[in-house]
């Protein structure tokens, strides 16, 4: 079993965006959904549980992007240690398909 992620679209370094498309300093929920590659449903569990900084603006949340970018690579490591756990098992014997 292998679990693997898709490459964002967005490639970005503190001083500007660079990719498809610039990515704004501030995201909407439905745009941080499609940069994760996931739902708002996920999006809004991960605000409220204090995972993805954000702010309230007319009832609207805005999620910065360094917040969401450190939340990224935070789940893609995640994903990497979840990798390297299934590889270590199925090397010793103790997964099996």
Do not use: C
């Amino acid at each position: 079993m292998s679990l693997t992620m898709t490459p964002s679209p967005f490639l970005a370094t503190e001083e500007q965006s660079v990719g498809l498309f610039p990515m704004p300093s501030e995201l909407t929920v439905a745009q941080a959904a499609k940069f994760l590659r996931s739902s708002e449903g996920y999006v809004n569990e991960m605000l409220n549980a204090g995972h993805i900084e954000f702010r309230l603006e007319n009832g609207e949340y805005l999620i910065q992007r360094n917040s969401l970018l450190e939340f990224e690579q935070e789940r893609e490591s995640q994903y990497t240690a979840l990798e390297n756990i299934v590889r270590w098992s199925e090397e010793m014997g103790l997964y099996d398909d």
